[in-house]
């Protein structure tokens, strides 16, 4: 069919002339894969192909996953989306609103104005910041040793916030304490979890935050782009055995499971023959949670990890538990009220509820919002909606 040719000419172009190392594409409707494919290299420096079964770090693509986790225990009366969170996690019972800095460069913190709620940390209004979109806290970081959000330790989680809850959209660490809550009312680990109560029951069997020796043989290779625009491999890797599991950006997936879990949102809650979620808890997952607050550009301070983010930026965007919503019509295909979002090694995702479909992405590449792996992503996605348009039903693959 027309479309897997165009998709596949797209991903080829971009593997073979090298402005992305590989990629891992596969799209699907509720019932079935309609596209998939596998191009370039796992790894630059090395000859191994990518393959639709490749294992990738797939970073803030994990935020979604642990916010369905946080739903399970919504349903179950174990949290509450309005509760002040700090009754549950004592470290953020009484906030402080990070204001910049005095004459002698000592942060100037104050009170929050009102408490944090779960519902506030899945749609990135509790006010807590990432450093590489916002200087104020990087420096903040630096002046009392914070380490940073990806060593997996539990002092990195010790920041304040930026503005007052509810007040703004930010997006940060947020859904790490999202993970912290799961485990507070479940009792167990936040990988524990998932694997008990998502992975497990969706057939999702080679995601998690730690990489088995069978994920490992299929482990692609990080790479940056260099100021030259050429691509290099670098060694990068989550820490294996962390302080706490990162409910913002832990997981290690392939096409194939994050695909399931797409599917699961799009079959209101069941995938694999489980129902995991209950359709009306979905249904609320992809509507706007921000009200009147709008999704801003993302504006970097820390330029080898991200470039600036602005996605869409001719519409409004909103945010649900917890999704990227676009509210018109992407150029595209995308429908108004969709769902989507991605991870920093430039690894996205979309839900199209009203189309029936759903796309997963992968590659590995630094610095995040990568113009030629956003090219790849646009190509990808407007090849599968053109296949729609234009087969009505027929497969893509």
Not at 101 to 115: I, T, V
Request: aromatic share 8%; with cysteine.
């Amino acid at each position: 069919m027309q479309s897997k040719a165009q998709i596949d000419q797209v991903l080829r172009q971009k593997s073979d002339a090298q402005e992305v190392p590989g990629a891992v594409a596969i799209a699907a409707n509720g019932k079935e894969a309609i596209y998939q494919g596998a191009f370039g290299k796992r790894d630059l420096s090395k000859d191994d192909p990518m393959t639709v079964d490749s294992v990738f770090w797939i970073a803030s693509m994990t935020k979604a996953v642990t916010a369905a986790g946080a739903m399970q225990l919504v349903e179950q009366g174990k949290l509450s989306l309005d509760d002040p969170i700090g009754k549950l996690l004592p470290d953020l019972a009484s906030p402080q609103v990070l204001e910049g800095f005095d004459a002698n460069g000592e942060p100037k913190l104050r009170p929050a104005s009102r408490p944090i709620t779960l519902r506030q940390l899945m749609t990135h209004t509790a006010g807590f910041c990432y450093n590489m979109w916002n200087g104020d806290m990087g420096t903040y970081l630096e002046k009392k040793a914070i380490p940073a959000i990806t060593t997996c330790q539990n002092a990195a989680l010790k920041t304040p916030i930026a503005s007052d809850p509810g007040t703004r959209w930010e997006y940060g660490t947020n859904i790490d304490f999202v993970g912290k809550a799961v485990e507070a009312v479940s009792g167990k680990r936040l990988d524990a979890y998932l694997r008990d109560h998502l992975f497990v029951p969706l057939g999702m069997d080679d995601t998690g935050f730690k990489i088995t020796d069978n994920m490992r043989k299929r482990l692609v290779g990080m790479h940056a782009r260099g100021e030259d625009g050429k691509l290099a491999a670098i060694p990068f890797e989550l820490e294996q055995e962390p302080e706490f599991h990162m409910g913002g950006g832990g997981l290690y997936s392939t096409a194939g499971d994050y695909i399931k879990f797409c599917q699961m949102i799009l079959n209101k809650g069941n995938g694999n023959g489980n129902q995991v979620l209950k359709a009306e808890t979905v249904a609320t997952m992809g509507q706007n949670h921000i009200g009147e607050l709008n999704v801003t550009k993302m504006t970097t301070a820390a330029p080898i990890y991200t470039n600036d983010v602005d996605l869409y930026p001719d519409q409004v965007k909103k945010w649900g538990l917890s999704f990227l919503i676009n509210t018109a019509k992407t150029p595209e295909g995308r429908s108004p009220g969709s769902l989507a979002w991605a991870g920093l090694a430039n690894t996205y995702y979309w839900i199209d509820p009203s189309r029936d479909v759903c796309g997963v992405i992968l590659m590995q590449v630094l610095p995040f919002a990568d113009g030629k792996c956003l090219e790849a992503f646009a190509g990808f996605e407007r090849g599968v909606y053109d296949g729609l348009d234009a087969g009505s039903g027929q497969k893509a693959a």
